[in-house]
């Protein structure tokens, strides 16, 4: 049975030192399993707005609206409920946690969503190899997560979790940004493997088209002032390189 993420009517506040701001405005999408939809638009449209939302960050407030799993509402959960659900949120800014060695983050993460540990032999065996598509050294699984990781080190160990946690869906917060032309094709890569293994449902939020040469959209949506302003399919990346959002502000104003 394919998984369904449905994002209905959302509206969003985030606090501020003046208060509590809305950011998101009545956002409506519907993301089957094993579907890539990008999102697009200018800065502070929303869009982080909306990882953040579906991950569960405390300082954003749901205030009316749903996020369903399979039916199921996911606002009620907490972060760690989601995650066990198979939602994935991949940082735009992704931190370093000194003291926890990338070895050990992975196996507890994959113990706590799992339920289990994984077998030793076995999951070394996944580990290695996923670190190799992703020409990552051997030695990163001993060093602390993210901690002296360059910006193109942080985003594959993005990856990395994507692909050996398996999630249902995957929202990539400017995955692409700072990666030079080499780290965004092992990156787009490593998504498109876990697109083919598992099924994986991508939430693609971008500035840019390059990444989405090698993330194929089946559908790509607009955001502007908290909402979805137009929606179509991989043509419609195309011409926002060519033309800009100037005519979706003018429009808003």
């Known amino acids: 049975m394919t998984s369904l993420l449905e994002i209905k009517d959302l509206h969003v506040s985030v606090e501020t030192d003046q ?3 809305p950011i998101l ?3 409506d999408l519907t993301i089957p399993q094993g579907e890539t939809h990008a999102i697009m638009g200018p800065n502070g449209s929303g869009k982080s707005t909306l990882a953040y939302a579906i991950a569960g960050h405390p300082r954003y407030e749901v205030t009316s609206g749903s996020i369903l799993l399979d039916g199921e509402e996911v606002t009620e959960m907490g972060v760690d409920e989601r995650a ?3 939602l994935f949120l991949a940082m735009q800014y992704p931190v370093e946690i000194p003291g926890v060695t990338n070895a050990n983050f992975l196996r507890t993460a994959k113990t ?3 339920g289990e540990a994984p077998a030793i032999r076995t999951w070394m065996k996944e580990v290695k190899e996923a670190m190799e598509n992703l020409r990552m050294d051997s030695s990163f699984a001993e060093r602390n997560v993210n901690e002296g990781f360059s910006g193109g080190e942080k985003k594959r160990n993005e990856i990395l979790q994507v692909e050996l946690l398996k999630p249902k869906f995957a929202v990539l917060d400017e995955t692409d940004s700072g990666l030079d032309v080499d780290a ?3 990156v787009s890569e490593g998504v498109n493997r876990a697109k083919e293994t598992t099924g994986l449902g991508v939430l693609l939020i971008t500035h840019y088209t ?3 040469r090698y993330i194929k959209p089946d559908f790509v949506h607009v955001f502007v002032n908290g909402r979805v302003a137009e929606e179509g399919g991989p043509e419609l ?3 926002l390189e060519e033309e800009g959002y100037d005519r979706y502000l003018v ?3």
């Open 210 to 212: 390059r990444i989405l």
């Open 251 to 253: 429009d808003a104003a």
């Open 112 to 114: 706590a969503i799992d």
């Open 84 to 86: 066990q659900a198979g």
């Open 25 to 27: 405005n009545g956002v």
């Open 184 to 186: 965004l094709k092992v």
């Open 19 to 21: 208060g509590a701001k």
């Open 237 to 239: 990346a195309d011409r």
